[in-house]
C-alpha cells in the first residue's frame, strides 16, 4: 500500500503521465458523440437502478423487503416509499426531458420548470396506475404457477422466477414509454436484461397471464403485440425482417403479433410487423417464421433427419428429429 | 436538490398524492398472493447472496477473499466465516421451513424453536459435507483446464469461469435441497443463473467432472441425471416434453439422463424423463432430441442444405450444412 | 437475533461444528488445487470491477459519472480518476505477473521490483492509448445507431446498449492482452459477459464499426479475427472445432475470421480456425458453418419444410421454412 502510493505520487509529477492526462482531454474536445461534458445531466443508471428496486418492494409487498411489514407500519413504509420514488424519478425524467429537448433541434429547448412540471404529472400518473399494474402481474405470477410444474407455489415464483422480475420492470417502463418519457424506460428493461438475460423493448405491448420459462435469451422487438395468456420459453426471438434503415418510417410496425394463448418453444425466431400468431396457436421449438400461422394450429420442424454413426464401428443409422412435444 | 426536498414534501400534503397512496394500500388488502405482509418473514435475496459469497471463499480459499489468507490466519478466518454463515443460513432456513409449513393447510405449524433446531441440523450437515463437496468441485474445475484449449490454468479457470461458480453454487442448493429446504435452493441457483446466464435447477443430480463451456443459455431442468465427466457447451437444454400439469404426478421424472463421458454441443436440446443418452456418447450442435440414444453414438443432424447466392450476380448453389465437429 | 447471538456462541463451543470446522481446514491441505492460502496474492475480481467502472466513465465521460462533469471540472476529475486507475491496475497487474512467474516452474521467479516496473509500464501504455480507443468505440457507437432502427440517439446507445459496454470493456481488455498481462484480461471480459451474455474472449482481434445487437448468448473465441464494420444478432457462436488438447498447438488460430462488412444473424454458428466468412457477405439465421464463404455471398439454410397441424381437425399442411431476411 505505502508502495502503491509512492508509486501514485511518483506518477502525477511524471511528465509521461501528464501527456497521456492531456492526450486524453484533448480526445474529449476533438470527439463529438461520445464525450458529455455539460451535456446537461443525463439520467443515472445508478439511481435508476434504486428506482427498480423501490417499485419492486411497492408490487410485491413483504417480498423483497430489508425491513419486515407489518399492518401497523405498512401505511408508513409505504407511503415514505412511494414518495422517495416520486422524488427521485421525477428528478430522472425531467433530466431526460430536457436533454431530448435540447437535442431536437427543431422544437425550442423546454425550461427546467417546464420540464418539472411534465415529469411530475408522468411520474404521478404511473403511481396513480400502481393497483393496475399489480392485477395484472398478479395473473402474470399465476401463469408462471400454472405453466410450470417445477413451480412449487406463488411465493416461490415471486422470489426466484427471473421472468416475474423482467415483466414487473418492463410494465413499469412501458407505461412511461407510453406517456413519451424518453431514455428512462430502456434504461429499466436494459437492466433487468443484465439480471435475467430476457430483453423486452419497452415499446413492446403485452396482455396480461404472460410467462418467460427460464427466459434466457428472449428477445421482445419494439414494436411486437402480445396478447393474453401466452407462453414463451428461452431463446425465443420477436425480431424485425433486416430493413435497409433508410426506407424505414420509424412508426412502422416491424416485430410480430401473438394472439391469445399462443405458446412458442425454445429457440423460435419469428419476424416481421406482418407476421400474426392466430389465437391458440403453438410454434415448435426452432422454428424460424416470417408468416403467419392461423388461429389453433400447431407449427413444426418438419424432422430433418438425424445420422446416429457408432464411434466404434463406424455404422451410421438414419432417423427422423422429431420434434413432437 | 433543494428543488427536489420541495417538491417531495409538496407531494406528502398533496391530496392527489395521498389518494394514490391510499389505492395502492387498498390494492394490497383487495389481491391475495402479490402482498405478503405479515406473511411471517420470507428468506432474503440479499442475505443469500452473502451467503453464498461465504460458501465461494470457504470453497475456494484465497481466490476471492478481500483479506489475505496464510497459514497464520487461516484457521481464525475459516473459523469465523462457517461460524457466520451457519447462523445466517440456519435463520434463513428457519423461516423458509416456517414458512412452508404455516403454508401447508394439512399438517399443523412447526414452533420457531423446531424450525431453528430442523435448520440448525441440516446446516450443520452442509458444513459437515463442504469437504466432500470441495472434492467434487475439484474434479469440475480440472475438467474445465483439460476441456477448454483456451484455459490457461487451474487459477485462470477458478478466477474467471462462469461455469465454475454455477457448479460450486448448484452444488451447494442441490445439498440442502435433497435435504428438503424450501424456497431457498432456487434462490440460490437463480442467483447464479442471473450472474452466468446457466439456469441449473437445484433438483438435478449432477455426477463430478462436469464442465458447461461459456454457458450462457444453458438449461438444466429439475429431474435431470447427469453422470461423470460429462460436457455441455452454451445454449444447450436437458428439458422435459410439454405435458398437462394436471395429469402430472410431481415426482415424476420429466427430464433427461446424460450417463458418463457425454458431451453435447451448442444448441442441442434434449427432452423427456425417458431420454437417455448412453456412456460416450456425442450430440451434435442444433440438435433436438426426444428419444434415448445408445452408448458411444455421436449424433448429427442431418446436413440440411446451404443456398449460397451471389450478392451481384443473383446465382445460386447448393451444398450440405457441414455439421462435423 | 438474541436468539441468533446465542446459537452462534452455542456453536462456537459445539464440538460437532469444532470438528466440522478442523475438516474443512483438512481438506485445505489434502487438496492441492482449490486452495490458494498463501499462494501470494491473485488479482481481485472486486477491484477489477472497480478499474472497469473507472474506464468506462473515462471513455464516455459524463455518461455514467456520479459527479457532474464541467469545462473546469474536468481537468481534475479525469487527472485524478486516471491516477487512481492507474494506481490501482499496476498493482493487480504486478500480482498477476508475479504469481504466473512463480507458476512458471522453468523461468526464475520474477522480483516484486521487477513486476511492479513492468506492470507500470503496460499500464501507462493502456492510458497512453485511450484516445485511439475512444475514437475506435465512437464507430461502434455510430454502428449501432445506424444498425438498429430501435436506436433513438447516440446518447441512448451508450446510456442502455449492453453492446457497447461488453466491446469497450473488450478493447481495454484486449490491449492488456496483447501486452502479454495474465489473468486480468479475461477477469475483465467475463465481468462483462456475465452483465450482458455477451462472451468475448480478450485475444479475439476486432476492427471498428462493430456493432451486436441484443447480444445474449454471443461467444466470440480467442483466436476470431473479425474485420471493419461487422454486425452480429444474439445467440450467433463464432467457435472451435473440436480438438483432441493434446494434439493442441496452443498458437494455433482455431477459431473463424470475418471480413469487413460481414453480417450474422441470430443463432448461426460459425466455427473452425481455417473458415473466413468473406468481404460483405451474410450468414443467415441458424445456419451451421465450418467452411469458407466466398466475399458477397449471401447463405441461408435451404428451407426444410414446416408442418402446419390443425389443433381441431387434426389435419396437416406442409410449407417451406422461409429463412429470406
Known sequence: MKQTMKQDSGRLNDPRFAAAVEKVLESYEALGGINHIEGYNLPSRERIVLIINDFEELIFPGYYDKEQLTRRNVRYVVGQRLARVHTTLVTEVAQSLLHTSRCDTAGKAMSRDEALNRADEMVLALIENLPQIREVLREDALAAVEGDPAATSFVDVVLSYPAIRAIAAYRIAHYLHVQGVPLIPRLITEHLHSKTGIDIHPGAAIGKGFFIDHGTGVVIGETSVIGNHVKLYQGVTLG????????????????????????????????????????????????????????????????????????????????PMDFSI
Open 240 to 319: 424485425a425482417l433486416s430493413v435497409d434503415r433508410a426506407k424505414l418510417d420509424p412508426q412502422r410496425k416491424r416485430h410480430p403479433t401473438l394472439e391469445d394463448n399462443v405458446t412458442i418453444y425454445a429457440g423460435a425466431t419469428i419476424l416481421g410487423g406482418e407476421t400474426t400468431i392466430g389465437t391458440g396457436s403453438i410454434v415448435g421449438g426452432n422454428v424460424w417464421l416470417t408468416r403467419s400461422v392461423p388461429p389453433d394450429t400447431k407449427v413444426m420442424v418438419d424432422p430433418p433427419y438425424l445420422v446416429y454413426r457408432n464411434r466404434r464401428t463406424g455404422d451410421t443409422e438414419h432417423m
